[in-house]
């Protein structure tokens, strides 16, 4: 995992104070902050403007993983994107909320990454830039037991990460 | 009242006909269903030399602890003896322990001697047949293994009298949790089955889900995201080593678990969002895939034979579970009723399967013969999940998770009769059960 070492997950003060940062863990990724390298929420070449314009996470319905026309529309925005800024990579991490077991969550959570990816793909980002990971019921950003916070874990989030050795 | 007693006892010994009353054997048919616990009296264990005395009370409270917390036993406490056992040769008054009802009693002795040297020496005896029931027994030991001493006692005493294996000299592998729910950290942990003596196999800097141990226990297979994605390590117990078993870049694989022969490990990979079982030989490092489908195929458990594999799988549109041949091939759907079934799990004597249930909204352990007849749910709450067996197949332990923002981990057992739920002390919150074999 080279590039992980060497990637920086890029993202905002204002994304940290907004949730628990569930996404942020790796001991070997940096956590810039706002006023670091994620740039300016206008600047449209940021990963912030990726993160709160484009929008980075698209949703799923119990125990699915097919794309919303919502979610669809999302993910074009992340494909210009991506193709806009090629400098930039991206994990794609995918998520369940908790009613489930811990390993059927972890492929359902896989499932979900992986139909982000392809879309993506079919978009035209090059699928060399994209990994997937699924984190199952581990990471919720939403703890309630209740729909309103289910319908939130349930979903796929696009993480910018740079290269800055390529 | 003292009529009263004795139909209790009756039904225990005699559970067809509760109102006879007649000398039987000292015994406790588990399966049953036991209606009433069987009294038991267990004094202080009779210190040989002065540097025992402490050890030798202590040893034989978590004996009590032991019997007691099965829920087949109850003690009759010192407060009510009549007799006290001052020498472990002297003759027992057996009148005086009748007289309060104890069905069995256990004396014991305990020396410790020059360098630490822990002997323990105990007798069953049936009361009501005035007579010892099988043979005395002797351990020996270094001082700090007094609590391993005392769970060999109690297994000997429960292994005569139920006839069952038992189960207290055990370890169980676990995740021991902290933090909120969207901040949770999760460390491997290690300890007795009752949560004595825990030790922590590796820090928090990553996510570490379900150890599994090896079939002799000195080894412990785990899925960790220190990569950055899930994978498989397996962990030396005794040296606390560990390595990955496998680095497939595009992958995740998770969810292993060991072959009866310790030689193979079954495991989940996931490639392209599609989750398949394989297996890979330890040693060599070679893999060969069991399933290809495009549905969920994870969980998967060998039987004791090692011949068959149990796991789940979303091929029929929801999570059943199925039994395929240890090598792959077509397999047979054994889950038929209602809602969702993951995380089977063999028993180890090969009779039955523990499961996790989804059903409305709840969650369940249960079990089922391996053929899918006669299934029980023996827990009923928002979140049970991941069954692991005892060594002698006849209590689960499994993790329960409770609702809501606080919400938190902790680790249960329950009877396979659905008797018995009680929760397994630990230090914060824990996850994840596997429970060892019996140890050496």
């Not at chain 1, 920086?8 to 810039?32: H, K, M, Q, W, Y």
């Not at chain 1, 919502?70 to 995918?94: F, H, K, P, R």
């Not at chain 2, 090598?327 to 009723?337: K, L, N, Q, V």
Request: aromatic content about 8%.
């Amino acid at each position: 995992m080279k590039i992980l070492t060497r990637a920086i997950l890029l993202t905002s003060a204002l994304a940290l104070a907004a949730c628990s940062s569930p996404d942020r863990f790796r001991g070997d990724e940096v956590n810039l902050g706002g006023a670091g390298g994620s740039g300016s929420a206008s600047d449209p070449t940021s990963p912030l403007y990726f993160q709160e314009t484009v929008g980075d996470r698209v949703l799923f319905a119990v125990d699915q993983s097919n794309l919303s026309y919502e979610a669809q529309s999302t993910l074009d925005g992340q494909a210009q994107w991506l193709m806009a800024n090629a400098d930039y990579n991206a994990i794609i991490e995918g998520h369940a909320d908790e009613q489930g077991t811990r390993e059927y969550n972890l492929a359902l959570g896989a499932r979900r990454a992986n139909a982000v990816q392809e879309y993506l793909v079919q978009q035209g980002v090059a699928a060399s830039r994209l990994k997937v990971v699924s984190y199952g019921k581990e990471r919720p950003i939403e703890i309630c037991s209740q729909e309103a916070c289910y319908a939130k874990n349930r979903r796929a989030v696009t993480v910018i990460s740079a290269d800055y050795n390529s | 009242m003292m009529k009263q007693v004795l139909t209790l006892l009756s039904a225990i010994l005699f559970l067809v006909s509760p109102g006879l009353i007649q000398a039987a054997p000292l015994r406790i048919e588990i399966t049953e269903g036991v209606i009433e616990p069987l009294p038991y009296a267990v004094p202080d264990f009779v210190p040989e030399n002065a540097a025992a005395a402490q050890v030798a009370r202590d040893i034989a409270r978590v004996v009590a602890e032991d019997l007691t917390g099965t829920g087949l036993f109850r003690e009759i406490p010192a407060s009510a003896h009549i007799s006290k056992v001052t020498s472990f040769s002297s003759p027992v008054q057996f009148a005086d322990w009748k007289a309060i009802n104890a069905q069995a009693l256990i004396t014991g002795a305990v020396s410790l001697q020059s360098g630490g040297r822990l002997v323990v020496k105990f007798r069953v005896y049936d009361v009501f047949a005035g007579q010892e029931l099988g043979n005395g027994l002797q351990f020996a030991g270094t001082q700090d293994g007094w609590r391993r001493m005392a769970h060999k006692v109690a297994d000997a005493v429960y292994s005569r009298i139920t006839g069952e294996g038992g189960y207290f000299d055990s370890r169980v592998v676990y995740v021991a949790e902290a933090g909120a729910k969207d901040d949770r950290k999760k460390r491997i942990a290690i300890m007795d089955y009752d949560g004595a003596n825990v030790q922590y196999l590796t820090d928090s800097t990553s996510i570490v889900l379900a150890p599994r141990f090896s079939p002799t226990g000195d080894r412990i297979l785990y899925t960790s995201y220190e990569t950055g994605f899930p994978r498989i390590y397996v962990l030396d117990v005794a040296s606390v080593g560990r390595r990955m078993l496998q680095d497939q870049p595009g992958t995740m694989s998770f969810a292993p678990r060991f072959s009866p022969d310790g030689r193979t490990v079954v495991y989940s990979l996931t490639q392209d969002g599609n989750t398949d079982l394989y297996t890979m030989d330890v040693a060599s490092g070679r893999s060969q895939r069991l399933t290809s489908a495009p549905s969920i195929e994870t969980a998967p458990s060998y039987s004791p034979d090692g011949s068959r594999i149990v796991f789940e799988s979303d091929r029929s549109g929801t999570q059943q579970l199925y039994i395929m041949s240890a090598s792959g091939g077509e397999p047979t759907r054994i889950s038929f009723g209602q809602g969702r079934y993951g995380t089977p799990v063999w028993s180890p004597r090969g009779d039955l399967v523990a499961f996790t249930k989804q059903h409305k909204g709840r969650f369940h352990i249960g079990v089922m013969r391996t053929d899918g007849s006669e299934e029980r749910l023996l827990t009923a709450s928002f979140l049970d999940e991941g069954p692991s067996w005892a060594p002698n197949g006849r209590v689960i332990m499994f993790t329960r998770e409770t609702q809501g923002a606080a919400g938190t981990a902790s680790l249960y057992t329950v009877d396979i009769t659905g008797r018995n739920l009680k929760r397994v002390k630990t230090m914060g919150g824990a996850s994840d059960p596997a429970w060892s074999p019996l140890q050496d």
